[in-house]
C-alpha cells in the first residue's frame, strides 16, 4: 500500500509559477513510477505528465511541454511538477498516482492521491 499526499497547490495570476508536491508513504517509494493527473470541472481527467522510477523514461503532455516538468527525489520520497507560465486553462484538481510499472498517459495507476487545485486567474 501507498500513500500519497498532494501540496503546493492555490491560487495564482497567469504567467505566474507553483510547484506541486506529493509526498508517498508505505512501500518503497523508489519502487514506483509516478504520475501527475489534472481534472477540470466538466471536462475528463488527463495525464499531464509521469516519471519512471529511475527518471529515465518521462512523458509531458503537448499542453504543458516547455511549461511543466516532472522530477523526482526518492531519498525524499517526493516527486514534483513544477508549472510555469501558468494559464487560466491549467485550472484543475491535480492529482498524483504511482504504480509499480511505468504507466506514462494512462491512467492505469494502483495508487492515488486526493488531489491539490491549482486555480489561475487572468
Known amino acids: 500500500q501507498v500513500q500519497l499526499v498532494e501540496s503546493g497547490g492555490g491560487l495564482v495570476q497567469a504567467g505566474g509559477s507553483l510547484r506541486l508536491s506529493c509526498a508517498a508513504s508505505?512501500?518503497?517509494?523508489?519502487?514506483?513510477?509516478m504520475g501527475w493527473f489534472r481534472q477540470a470541472p466538466g471536462k475528463e481527467r488527463e495525464c499531464v505528465a509521469a516519471?519512471?522510477?529511475?527518471?529515465?523514461?518521462?512523458y509531458l503532455a503537448d499542453s504543458v511541454k516547455g511549461r511543466f516538468t516532472i522530477s523526482r527525489d526518492n531519498a525524499k520520497n517526493t516527486v514534483y511538477l513544477q508549472m510555469n507560465s501558468l494559464k487560466p486553462e491549467d485550472t484543475a484538481v491535480y492529482y498524483c498516482?504511482?504504480?509499480?510499472?511505468?504507466?506514462?498517459?494512462?491512467?492505469?495507476?494502483?495508487?492515488w492521491g486526493q488531489g491539490a487545485q491549482v486555480t489561475v486567474s487572468s
Open positions: 508505505g512501500r518503497t517509494f523508489g519502487n514506483y513510477a
Open positions: 498516482a504511482a504504480d509499480p510499472v511505468y504507466r506514462g498517459n494512462t491512467g492505469e495507476y494502483a495508487y
Open positions: 516519471i519512471s522510477w529511475g527518471g529515465g523514461r518521462r
